[in-house]
C-alpha cells in the first residue's frame, strides 16, 4: 500500500484530522498577507475583468499545506508544481476533497471581503479629495476634515474650525494648497497598508501645542498632518 492509499484508509469516511489547524493557518496567513493581495490587485487594475476566482488564495493554501505537511510527516505532499489542482486531482476520491474545496471557498470569500473593503475605501478617499477640491474651487477653503461640516480657516497665523480644531502655524509656511496636499498624502499613505476608512481628530504635544492627526483603529496607524 503505497503512502496516499495508506492515508485515505487512515481517514474514511471522517473529517480529516488535519481540517481545522489547516483552515486557520490559511485565515491568518490571507490576513497577514492582505498588503500582497492589494499589490497583486493593483497590479491587474482593470484587466482583471474577473475571470480569475482569486488573487491569492492558491498561493495561500499551497504554503500553508507545505509548512503543516513538514511539521507532519504523515500528510502527503500533494503540491507537486501546479499548483492546488494536484491536490484536487490526486483526491478526487478521496473525503479530503470536499474539506479542501470547503476551506477554499471560505478563503476565496475573505479575499472578496478584503478587496470589497479595500474599493469602498478608494471610494471615500476619492470623495473625501473631491470634496476638498470642490470646495478649494468654490470658495478658496478646505472642508475641515474632523467635522466634515465647517470650512478651515486657514491664514499663515493659525488653521482653525468653528468645531473646535485650532492649530498654530507661525513660521510653518502653512496655505490651503500645502494643507490640501498634507491631507491628502496622509490619506494615501494609510490606504496603502489599510483598507479601513481613517479619522482625524486633535492631539497636544508634551508641551501642550496642538497638532491634527490622522488615525485608524483597526491598524493602529497614526500620524502628524499639521
Not at 189 to 214: K, R
Request: net charge negative; charged share 20%; hydrophobic share 35%.
Amino acid at each position: 500500500m503505497d503512502a496516499v492509499q495508506k492515508h485515505r484508509s487512515m481517514y474514511k469516511g471522517t473529517t480529516p484530522p488535519w481540517k481545522e489547524t489547516y483552515r486557520k493557518r490559511c485565515v491568518e496567513r490571507l490576513k497577514n498577507s492582505r498588503s500582497r493581495l492589494l499589490e497583486k490587485f493593483r497590479q491587474m487594475g482593470d484587466d482583471s475583468g474577473g475571470s480569475k476566482p482569486s488573487l491569492l488564495v492558491h498561493e495561500v493554501m499551497e504554503e500553508e499545506w507545505s509548512a503543516l505537511q513538514s511539521s507532519n510527516h504523515s500528510l502527503p505532499s500533494l503540491w507537486t508544481g501546479n499548483g492546488i489542482t494536484d491536490v484536487f486531482t490526486a483526491q478526487q476520491e478521496y473525503d479530503e476533497l470536499s474539506a479542501f474545496e470547503e476551506i477554499q471557498q471560505e478563503l476565496i470569500a475573505q479575499e472578496l471581503l478584503i478587496l470589497e473593503e479595500y474599493n469602498n475605501s478608494l471610494r471615500y478617499e476619492e470623495q473625501y479629495i473631491n470634496s476638498v477640491l470642490e470646495g478649494m474651487e468654490v470658495s478658496g477653503q478646505i472642508i475641515c476634515p474632523v467635522c466634515h461640516a465647517n470650512n478651515l480657516t486657514v491664514t499663515s497665523h493659525f488653521t482653525s474650525c468653528p468645531c473646535g480644531l485650532y492649530v498654530n502655524t507661525i513660521g510653518r509656511n502653512v496655505t490651503a494648497e500645502v494643507l490640501q496636499n498634507l491631507l491628502e498624502e496622509r490619506v494615501t499613505e494609510h490606504m496603502e497598508e489599510c483598507v479601513h476608512n481613517p479619522s482625524f481628530s486633535m492631539a497636544f504635544n508634551t508641551d501642550g501645542s496642538p497638532n491634527l492627526m490622522i488615525s485608524c483603529k483597526v491598524c493602529d496607524y497614526l500620524s502628524v498632518v499639521l
